[in-house]
């Protein structure tokens, strides 16, 4: 018989957790921030790919991202040793690719955008926006990061190029949803 896993260890109770390698450190530190905000961008994800009118071909890239971002998290809660030069596993410059690929074909059927767009519209936009303003965190927090350690370029470079995909997704699902965008009034 297989004994079944404890959930909870107790280990956390004074605030602490523990990197991969085993190096504790505070629950607030810099690192647990960057790879929570990335865990949690995951589950809004979730949320997202859960809508009823997500297409299948969005629901599969989105997985896609979700995989990916599996990586990155495992990679910034690893601990590597100062001055070592890592790389996210399973994280390539072609999955950069793809994604700007993604943003491309959506924006094609896009019309020019002028204006600030205000966050909102379809549940689809609604939760695209809200996954880019928690991309946007995740990359706050990354770059902090490295002015503490080494981050693999192409982590950035992902996360950056991320939001910008929940960007063009919020809108695309707006305009084909034929819900108006609402614009920015700065004189409001």
Not at 43 to 57: A, K, R, V
Request: aromatic share 10%; glycine share 6%.
């Amino acid at each position: 018989m297989v004994k079944k896993s404890i959930i909870y260890t107790a280990t956390g109770d004074k605030g602490q957790t523990s990197l991969v390698g085993g190096k504790r450190v505070a629950k607030d530190d810099i690192r647990i921030e960057a790879y929570g905000s990335i865990d949690e961008l995951n589950s809004f994800i979730g949320m997202l790919d859960n809508l009823h009118n997500i297409t299948c071909e969005t629901k599969e890239f989105l997985r896609v991202i979700q995989n990916k971002l599996f990586n990155i998290g495992a990679y910034l809660a690893t601990d590597y040793p100062a001055g070592t030069v890592s790389t996210a596993k399973g994280l390539t410059e072609e999955d950069i690719k793809r994604l700007e690929n993604e943003i491309d074909i959506l924006d094609s059927e896009l019309p020019p955008l002028h204006n600030f767009i205000l966050p909102g519209g379809s549940r689809i936009s609604t939760f695209s926006h809200i996954c880019r303003s928690i991309t946007r965190r995740a990359e706050r927090r990354i770059i902090t990061l490295t002015g503490i350690t080494y981050i693999d370029p192409n982590v950035i470079k992902y996360i950056n190029r991320l939001s910008d995909f929940f960007f063009v997704l919020a809108r695309f699902n707006n305009i084909h949803n034929q819900i108006e965008e609402i614009f920015w009034d700065k004189d409001c």
